[in-house]
């Protein structure tokens, strides 16, 4: 008699206690507001907030992280990054574009020159980071 190996269990699927899935819904949800507050604001970053709800998600409550990855906008994005933290060319020129502006008011804005020159300097080693990542197969 030949007994079939268990299943592997990802981490989602360690039960957690109520107060802390809680605690992980709470904070999936404020990320997912942030991450969509980041999509209009420029400076704000979108996918670092997307990223962590999906994080949070799959360990507390199976139905956000179903609608996350269900979602038209979120969901590639998601299983992009999942399968090695691929990202596409739109999301890099999207990034790039919002930054540019970002480093345009930054720099119109700040009272302090090297203060402005030090957040669009972090700003150009994220997009560095960025354009280095790996693109899916289209």
Excluded: Q
């Excluded at 990034?95 to 540019?100: E, F, G, K, R």
Aim: proline letters at 7%; aromatic letters at 10%.
């Amino acid at each position: 008699m030949s007994e079939t190996p268990p299943e592997k269990k990802d981490v989602g699927a360690v039960t957690l206690s109520w107060p802390v899935r809680c605690l992980l819904t709470v904070f999936a949800v404020v990320c997912l507001v942030l991450g969509l507050i980041g999509a209009v604001v420029p400076g704000m970053p979108t996918t670092v907030f997307i990223l962590m709800a999906a994080w949070a998600a799959v360990r507390s409550s199976p139905k956000l992280h179903g609608w996350l990855y269900a979602h038209p906008t979120f969901g590639p994005m998601l299983r992009n990054w999942d399968a090695g933290g691929l990202v596409s060319r739109r999301v890099k020129w999207t990034a790039t574009a919002s930054m540019a502006l970002s480093a345009v008011l930054v720099f119109y804005l700040a009272k302090k020159l090297w203060l402005a020159a030090l957040a669009v300097g972090i700003m150009a080693c994220v997009l560095l980071w960025l354009w280095l990542r790996p693109e899916p197969a289209e």
